[in-house]
């Protein structure tokens, strides 16, 4: 099915293959068990009334379908534009001989960034190591070319390690601040006016290697154009390690926050996120 998708990428353009997506989420979303975390999202979260609510619902679930088709129509050898108005944050960092970290987040589309621009450390990025040989093997092809290397989530915990020997190496790790992986700490922070918990490794590692922390939030803006926002978090000083970790996920968090409520619509967030 997936290289069949590739394949019609390969001969049609994006907007017939989303327009065939359009038709069939409202079926789809009849059974999503995540539609009642997202109509609660933008009634509780965002104050949308009941039929406001049910239409971002359906906007949620489409941008979603678009970011997914987007990966393989990259696959397929399609390009896309990466407008990033704060490039001096990343090449700043890059010129330094030390290793930093790259935070990204389940909001817009982040993997797109890996297909299309070379960076000139190389980015030791933390995969998802469930996904299909064919999805697994196109990663590896495109990131090969813009020096990604994938470092897939491991039950050992050993994906840790080797994000630590990348920082070590004057490399930059990169990411998910808003999914735990592997281990069960959190740390607690004010999102969208109540306490939710945050994976506490990002910002542990951070604090651990005293390591810069850039966000990178890749939001898409039109059929081929992506728009990069990127930001540096501050770096407390005169503060205990632990309190530095709280300090920098209570930062991420209200990035993140303030990045989900300009694009509502692209925060892939299909469960209730506060529990």
């Not at 944050?89 to 930093?100: D, H, I, P, S, V």
Request: net charge positive; hydrophobic share 45%.
């Amino acid at each position: 099915m997936q290289r069949t998708l590739i394949r019609l990428f390969r001969i049609l353009p994006l907007g017939v293959l989303y327009g065939c997506m359009a038709l069939v989420i409202p079926f789809y979303m009849l059974f999503a068990k995540g539609f009642r975390a997202s109509y609660s999202f933008f009634r509780k979260r965002m104050g949308y009334g009941p039929v406001k609510s049910f239409f971002h619902v359906y906007k949620n679930e489409f941008e979603f379908g678009k970011v997914v088709l987007d990966r393989f129509a990259a696959f397929a050898g399609k390009k896309f534009d990466m407008d990033v108005p704060r490039m001096d944050l990343f090449e700043e960092l890059c010129a330094g001989e030390g290793g930093f970290i790259q935070l990204s987040s389940h909001v817009g589309n982040y993997e797109m960034v890996g297909y299309s621009l070379v960076s000139p450390k190389p980015v030791n990025a933390l995969v998802y190591a469930g996904e299909t040989a064919t999805i697994m093997q196109n990663r590896a092809l495109l990131f090969g070319a813009t020096n990604v290397r994938m470092v897939p989530v491991s039950v050992d915990l050993s994906h840790i390690f080797s994000l630590n020997n990348a920082l070590a190496d004057g490399e930059i790790a990169s990411l998910p601040g808003d999914r735990v992986f592997g281990s069960k700490k959190t740390v607690q922070c004010r999102f969208f006016g109540e306490s939710a918990p945050f994976p506490a490794g990002p910002f542990t590692l951070a604090a651990q290697r005293g390591a810069p922390v850039l966000l990178v939030f890749v939001m898409k803006e039109g059929r081929r154009r992506y728009k990069v926002l990127l930001e540096r978090l501050p770096e407390p000083a005169g503060v205990t390690r632990q309190e530095r970790v709280q300090f920098l996920a209570d930062a991420y968090a209200s990035a993140l926050e303030a990045v989900v409520r300009c694009y509502p619509d692209q925060w892939y967030n299909f469960y209730d996120f506060w529990k």
